[in-house]
Nanobody, 124 residues
Framework: HVQLVESGGGSVQAGGSLRLSCATSLNPDSRYCMGWFRQAPGKEREAVATIDSDGNINCADSVKGRFTINKDNAKNTMYLQMNTLKPEDTAMYYC???????????????????WGQGTQVTVS
């Protein structure tokens, strides 16, 4: 049973920063893709940034230059550093992973079959 546990959300003023963490029970020696997705009320879930085991990264255009995704395999944890936050970044942020069936860290949320419970980010 794969577990993904997000933390680090909160409320921040526009222009501020937050760092989200996703602790995972996935085997760090396995090959799989992970990513951050978000969903605002009344909107569809959208990709924020994704990363695969080779370090290939994809980012949504809306966050390029502001958000950075990375993994620490020693800690089995993925991070999302969010800088220069905007009110439109307000959403529930979800950590996601898949079990090695895809490559190149696709931004399509349907490619991921494991999801965390989400952590709220509010920017005012």
């Amino acid at each position: 049973h794969v577990q993904l546990v997000e933390s680090g959300g909160g409320s921040v003023q526009a222009g501020g920063s937050l760092r989200l963490s996703c602790a995972t029970s996935l085997n760090p020696d396995s090959r799989y893709c992970m990513g951050w997705f978000r969903q605002a009320p009344g909107k569809e879930r959208e990709a924020v940034a994704t990363i695969d085991s080779d370090g290939n990264i994809n980012c949504a255009d809306s966050v390029k230059g502001r958000f950075t995704i990375n993994k620490d395999n020693a800690k089995n944890t993925m991070y999302l550093q969010m800088n220069t936050l905007k009110p439109e970044d307000t959403a529930m942020y979800y950590c996601a992973a898949e079990d090695g069936r895809v490559r190149k860290a696709p931004l399509e949320y349907k490619a991921y079959n494991y999801w965390g419970q989400g952590t709220q980010v509010t920017v005012s």
